[in-house]
């Protein structure tokens, strides 16, 4: 069974894990709460953790029942995710009676969970089943799980479960991009996926002039707006090459007319995208980084200064010199136009490329699993 947090930018890493179980001939199921009908897209059987769970709600819960932690723990740049224990308790609460109906019901032997999502371990505990976590982006878990429990007592009580640390850990980072922390665990290849699509013919011929693909992730623009995006826009103008907005099912409406230069293409697969970019812009998602690694391109982070969790991806992109990071105001045309130049981002990128493609793949990292456990 996997367990996801409500975004699919933790599902997506969690696929070919899913897929490879299957293929080795388990039976997988998988829940989400939030983009149900995008996680299906993955040809994974979904089952709804939480029907109408709303981020909105649950950030409003936040503030009302702790006010001091959304003042000051939550406006830090620099985030300890073990500080974070009632903002992923109040993420994971309303998972947790749908996730725990499905443990109780479907009786899993493994339970597979994205770091966000401490009811993964409560269902492991609750099945008496090992629990494997797979990393998102750099964070080091330390006492994050044992943190978000904390606050949720009553569950731990009502289930008759307690926190314990996950009998395999699957980093998501390559080792040369965690900047000096010790490893959780093993190290698998990143295979990109992010759903399916149909593609229009002009996104299979290579592009005339370089082609920037612009991307902000499945959450950031939906929760905190598309005003931030018109400084990259009007920088876009003045740069000879093609710019891609691909940007989800966002509402761009409010941005006006784009430059000649630009268009927008809603949702398409990354890594069929990235495959015919010179390079990329984007927000800080850790598999976002990673797509752009195996694509082979340099990219450019611009963090919206109020989504604080993109702070370990782009340390670990400016320290392994595989792109720059910019707030978005100061975006310009020159900055894009190195973004496409710079012969030492790229060769930096191609070594990253290649350490990420020698490590074990999917499907043996499952074999090693079984192996190690059953």
Known sequence: MFCSHPGLGHFFPLVHLAWAFRTAGHEVIATIAGP????????????????????????????REHPEFVRTVATKPAIDLDEWGPGFAAINRPLIDGIMALTDDWGPDLVVYDQGTTAGLFAAARAGAPAVQ????????????????????DVCE??????????????????????GEQPEGWFMRWLPHSGGSVVGDRLLRRPERPRVAVSMGTVELQMLGTGTMRTIIDAAAGVDAEFVLALGGVDIASLGPLP???????????????GTCTAIV?????????TAIDAGIPQLIT??????????????????GIGF???????????????????????ATAEVRQEMAALPTPAATVQRIIEHLF
């Open 325 to 347: 990071v910019s707030e978005r105001e100061d975006v310009d045309s020159a900055l894009l136009t190195r973004l496409m130049t710079d012969e030492g981002v790229r060769a």
């Open 282 to 290: 984007h927000h800080g998602g850790g598999g976002t980084a990673l």
């Open 134 to 153: 797979r990393n998102v982006s750099a964070w080091r878990t330390r006492g994050m799980h044992e943190a978000a429990a904390a606050y949720l007592p």
């Open 36 to 63: 149900t009908e995008g996680a299906a897209g993955s040809g994974v059987e979904i089952v709804d953790a939480a029907p109408g769970f709303s981020m909105e709600a649950v950030n409003e819960r936040l503030a």
């Open 260 to 274: 000649d230069n630009v268009s927008s293409v809603g949702w398409i697969p990354l890594h069929f995208l990235l």
């Open 158 to 179: 009502r289930y008759g479960v307690s926190i314990s640390k996950p009998a395999v850990t699957i980093e998501e980072f390559p080792p040369s991009m965690l900047a």
């Open 303 to 320: 963090p919206d200064p109020r989504d604080l969790f993109q702070h370990t991806t782009l340390e670990a992109v400016r320290k392994r």
